[in-house]
């Protein structure tokens, strides 16, 4: 990137939009990470999750592989930091500061294991947890962070059953909770430019301290509190010592191991959902394994400072883009901000009412919850997406997945839901999804052009490939479609067709790869093209559902031979440039008239009678013994065949101008195999056998050419076909 001084300026006004946006998610994150320690240790959160929103953030801008993407901490990362608390604490009830270093130790883990996903590029498995596992975890996740935010918002103090502490719940800090889950909620339709939940905090602070100027803080919840500002590696890791001796006498390693890796694949999960998305809005291509490296340095670096988890997030990078920030130095601005706020600012944000977070972070957790799952259950209710197989499994495992986060943890819930994915995996799909492999030099539309733009198609058909699909298209088949699409991608393919005729159904994980891709191919010059899909298609809504057909024109085809058509159309208006279809080809340019000298040509044309015809006219009829060819000069015909019963003729091809067609009538005395219809108003010359007859016997020499030339191009015809044929087995 070029700096210069409006750069600059864009990339910091960037930067500070998105520390507005961060400053509420810092807070409200660090809060749930530390819940299970009870609100006494509230500060202590919300300073873990800004020194991570500080520290994970720099390095995962300067580090990473998408520039301009912002990194921060995320619901789920600090529901899973509070699972692994809870599980020690409930190993030795007490020991506080050994619970928080081994959630430290936890992310320390975790960063190191995204750190060699990047280093042995194997950040395109990460991709492989089937989707309905992520909307189960993220449902789940939504459920537990309203479940903890509960007792703040009615105003209830720590300890004992829910249910029971309810009739002593305080109305005024009620209306704190709703004011800022009001303005939250719809803050964002009155005020573009200042993210949702800063107004939201701004309004319900505002509330609470008007409530209290008139009745007293006595019916008003708490605030957060003194906030210790320490410096790096000082707020946990300093109970080592313990942690160790904690893991050592609970002998808990498997389960350190496997938070550990959830945590991983969590954060790299979430960073790169959060990358496409991020590149679908900046028209950028995120390096995904230097992402993952990058995210795990910082998952470090918060770790050792006594921070918790970071991924990448969507909306402040969001924000950062619209307000001008496009590079590194946008994140740089972002944490340096921060920091400034909570050095200085502390005093301010320990006023902050309990409640106002607590609505907050019920808003979040509204918005957490999966769309495609609510749709999905929604589509339940009817039979028919009942009956389809990758709706029945989606929303079992998703049911699955949030049960069980609920009911137990996320890590398990992870597990669980993979492992039943893989079940029902193993249950659907038994070969490979792709069936074979097409080449447009080859294979072909039936559209036929004139000598120029075929021999073009010869040379350069190889730009356009075909991909055959089969089967169920499932999360486990991603892997291996993924990996040959790329492979077509970087075999100079400009226009790649995944035909998904004999394709029986597509869960979401498949389709939102789908539209990823297309996105991503299409920075890199390749059009990802979509044939056999219609509204009555199999994977019509799944594909919808995944946005494959957002801002996408000309992305999916009725059939092959329309996208074969639409793709060699532009391959040759990219290298030929576009038809003129009012301007008529003149004669000399036909293949058949190769090898005459003007003076020749004169006294074929002389041979000639020139047609017009109106759309729909039929230029040639099945089944008559008239004996005639054609030389089409303008306008376009299609070849049908007539069926039996009464039903419509079927299309066998359509031929543009500058091609021949009825000289097969010219070498035997049997009836028209085929109708001709202009398919739209058309000019063409005649050549009647009669006239062919006379031109032999007074110009034997122009006879012997044209007849040469057509023997030429039944050649070439015949060659083509079996070529087809010889691809096709």
Request: aromatic residues 6%.
């Amino acid at each position: 990137m070029q700096w210069n001084r409006v750069a600059l300026s864009n990339e910091g006004l960037g930067g500070l939009a998105a520390t507005i946006v961060s400053i509420p998610a810092a807070m409200g994150y660090g809060i749930i990470a530390f819940s299970p320690l009870g609100p006494e240790y509230a500060a202590q959160g919300i300073s873990a999750g800004f020194l991570s929103a500080i520290l994970g953030g720099l390095l995962s801008s300067l580090l990473g592989g998408a520039p301009g993407m912002l990194s921060g901490p995320k619901a789920p990362l600090a529901i899973l930091f509070a699972t692994v608390i809870a599980h020690y604490l409930a190993l030795i009830p007490g020991a506080a500061g050994a619970a928080v270093a081994m959630a430290l130790i936890t992310v320390l883990l975790a960063g190191v294991l995204q750190v060699l996903f990047g280093l042995f590029r194997i950040g395109n498995l990460v991709t492989w947890i089937p989707f309905p596992v992520i909307a189960g975890f993220l449902n789940g996740t939504a459920v537990l962070i309203v479940i903890g935010q509960l007792r703040p918002l009615l105003g209830l103090p720590p300890g004992g059953a829910l249910l029971d502490a309810v009739g002593r719940a305080q109305p005024l800090t009620i209306v704190v909770a709703l004011v800022t889950i009001v303005v939250t909620w719809h803050a964002g339709r009155w005020i573009r430019r200042v993210h949702a939940s800063f107004i939201g905090l701004l309004a319900g602070t505002a509330s609470y301290y008007g409530l209290a100027a008139l009745f007293g803080r006595d019916g008003l919840g708490p605030c957060i509190g003194a906030i210790a500002v320490r410096a790096p590696n000082a707020l946990g890791l300093a109970d080592i010592g313990a942690a160790w001796q904690l893991l050592g006498s609970t002998g808990s390693l498997s389960f350190l191991l496997m938070a550990a890796l959830s945590l991983a694949l969590l954060s790299a999960l979430d960073s790169l959902m959060s990358a496409a998305t991020y590149d679908s809005l900046s028209h950028t291509r995120t390096d995904v394994n230097r992402e993952l490296a990058g995210q795990g340095l910082a998952n470090i670096a918060a770790a050792l400072a006594g921070g918790i988890a970071s991924a990448g997030g969507v909306a402040a990078s969001a924000i950062s883009y619209q307000a001008g920030g496009r590079g590194r130095l946008s994140g740089v601005v972002k944490s340096v901000a921060l920091l400034a706020v909570f050095v200085l600012l502390s005093g301010l944000v320990e006023r902050i009412p309990e409640a106002v977070l607590a609505g907050i972070l019920l808003v979040i957790a509204l918005r957490l919850f999966d769309p495609w799952s609510i749709r999905l259950y929604a589509s339940l209710l009817s039979s028919a997406s009942f009956t389809r197989p990758d709706r029945w499994q989606g929303a079992l495992i998703t049911t699955l997945v949030m049960l069980v986060a609920v009911c137990s943890n996320l890590i398990l819930a992870v597990g669980t839901g993979v492992a039943a994915a893989i079940v029902l995996l193993l249950g659907s799909m038994s070969k490979s999804t792709v069936r074979r492999r097409l080449s447009g030099q080859h294979s072909r539309s039936n559209h036929i052009r004139n000598d120029a733009r075929t021999a073009c198609l010869n040379r350069h058909g190889a730009r356009i490939q075909i991909l055959e699909l089969e089967g169920a298209l499932f999360f486990g088949s991603t892997g291996h479609l993924s990996k040959t699409i790329d492979a077509c991608a970087a075999d100079a393919c400009h226009y790649l067709i995944l035909d998904l005729r004999r394709v029986r159904n597509m869960d979401i994980s498949c389709a939102r790869v789908l539209a990823q891709m297309r996105v991503q191919l299409a920075g890199d010059g390749t059009a990802l093209l979509l044939s056999h899909v219609h509204a009555a298609s199999p994977a019509w809504d799944t594909l919808a559902e995944a946005g494959f057909f957002h801002g996408a024109a000309a992305s999916h085809f009725n059939d092959t031979d329309s996208a074969l058509q639409y793709a060699e159309d532009a391959l040759l208006d990219s290298l030929l440039g576009s038809v003129d279809d009012e301007c008529a080809v003149p004669l000399a340019d036909f293949g058949l008239m190769q090898g005459l000298t003007e003076q020749q040509l004169a006294l074929f044309s002389q041979s000639l009678r020139q047609l017009d015809f109106a759309r729909g006219d039929i230029v040639v009829r099945q089944g008559e013994h008239e004996r005639a060819m054609y030389f089409l000069l303008r306008g376009t015909v299609d070849v049908t065949l007539n069926q039996a019963h009464g039903q419509p003729a079927f299309r066998l091809r359509t031929m543009a101008s500058g091609t021949v067609f009825g000289e097969i009538s010219m070498l035997q005395a049997e009836p028209r195999s085929a109708n001709v219809v202009a398919a739209t108003a058309l000019q063409c010359y005649s050549l009647s056998l009669a006239e062919a007859a006379r031109l032999q016997a007074e110009h034997p020499e122009i006879s012997v050419i044209v007849m040469s030339n057509l023997a030429r191009l039944l050649a070439e015809r015949l060659r083509y076909a079996l070529n087809t044929i010889a691809e096709l087995q």
